[in-house]
């Protein structure tokens, strides 16, 4: 008899379901994962709500962390009982012309984990190893397992700005993202401007690391920036095209918004706000493997983490239903208690 293990699949958009599947062996180019934890992140969405053409049952869960029990046989640099994690590229192919330029991110033939194939949701699950990031043995599963989404996006967005050390940077939401967005934006030397919509996010943006908090409610909040000399940089966060539009004139001149929040809204600034101080609007998609191992060591040294609720996998359903209506604070982790059978243990 073949081995089990429990895992959270989709059925069919919006219904979750616990089943037991077989354990099978990885393929050539993958290595197979005791998952240990996985973050529950908003892109799950994409998955649940079936806004991706998905194959379903799907298990969603794109920031899994866990250790290599079996390797494929093409795979080189990665052993058995390391400790890695699998975040929402799949992994680069290594021969299109964006990988051969570079450009692992864009990859034409890459996979996103928990779309077009199973995710973390899981005990066991399988990743292509060209994903692969690596987890330091100081940090915690549960710690790791937010980094490698909303973790890696905030930090690779950053790191890739022109803003240097000095530099003031705003950060435009307070969730998931944006509390590491603070964290990190602190620790890379920037003076940091926290931007949200309330006046009792201060305090927190405060012990984040913000050196400054604007409530945009009850300010405007691209003055305020001027007031402060103008942003070399404002990480979008949230998902509202008008915050965007609200805030570009916060830019100093040669300033970027990096919007990294997915929403249905327009974002709609007039071609001076542009042109006059050539200020520059883009979008910035997570991070490639080598920035994520960056990311979560960067991390561990400076003491930067999500703040996190864990849950049982079992309760995946509930967990995802808090993220949704925005109850999490901030990052929902779903943790594993292992019942994998094994043959053996079937038998007896
Ligand atoms: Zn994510
Ligand atoms: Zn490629």
């Known amino acids: 008899m073949s081995a089990t293990y429990r ?9 979750f ?21 996985c973050g529950v992140c908003h892109s799950d969405s994409g998955t649940v709500e ?17 250790r290599i029990d079996a390797v494929g046989s093409e795979v080189k640099g990665w052993a058995v009982g390391e400790r890695v994690g699998v975040g929402f590229l799949g992994g680069a192919c290594g021969y299109c012309d964006l990988c051969r330029n570079g ?15 199973d995710g973390g949701y899981a005990e066991v699950m399988l990743a292509k190893a060209s994903g692969l990031m690596r ?13 490698l989404c909303a973790g890696l996006t905030t930090f690779s967005a950053l790191r890739n700005s022109p803003a240097k050390a000095g530099d003031l940077v705003a950060v435009l939401g307070i969730g998931g993202l944006g509390h590491l967005g603070v964290q990190y934006a602190r620790h890379m030397g920037f003076e940091v401007a926290a931007i949200s919509r309330d006046a009792d996010t201060a305090p927190l943006a405060k012990k984040l690391g913000a050196h400054h908090y604007i409530d945009s409610a009850s300010t405007d909040p691209a003055a305020a920036l001027q007031a402060l000399g103008g942003a070399q940089v404002i990480l979008v966060t949230a998902a509202s095209g008008a915050v965007v539009s609200e805030t570009f004139k916060g830019l100093r001149p040669n300033g970027v918004s990096v919007v990294l929040g997915v929403g249905p809204e327009p974002i709609q600034n007039s071609t001076t706000d542009l042109i006059f ?63 994998i059978t094994s043959p053996a243990s079937e038998a007896a």
Request: with cysteine; net charge negative; glycine share 8%.
């Open 135 to 147: 987890i330091p043995d100081e940090m915690s599963s549960v710690d790791a397992a937010p980094l």
């Open 50 to 66: 079936g806004l991706f053409p998905i194959t379903f049952p799907r298990v969603p869960g794109h920031e899994a962390v866990g």
């Open 7 to 15: 895992a959270i699949e989709v059925s069919k958009p919006g219904q």
């Open 17 to 37: 379901a616990e089943v037991r599947r077989t354990l099978v062996d990885p393929g050539s180019d993958q290595v197979r994962i005791r998952v240990e934890a």
């Open 103 to 117: 450009d692992l991110v864009n990859c034409k033939n890459q996979e996103f984990t928990g779309i077009h194939s």
């Open 277 to 339: 101080g050539k200020r520059k609007l883009e979008g910035a998609l997570t991070g490639d493997p080598a920035t994520g191992d960056t990311a979560l060591r960067f991390s561990s040294l400076s003491g930067v983490s999500a703040m996190i609720e864990t849950a049982p996998l079992e309760q995946a359903a509930d967990a995802y239903a808090k993220m949704m209506a925005g109850k999490a604070r901030f990052r929902m982790v779903l943790t594993m208690n292992n019942s």
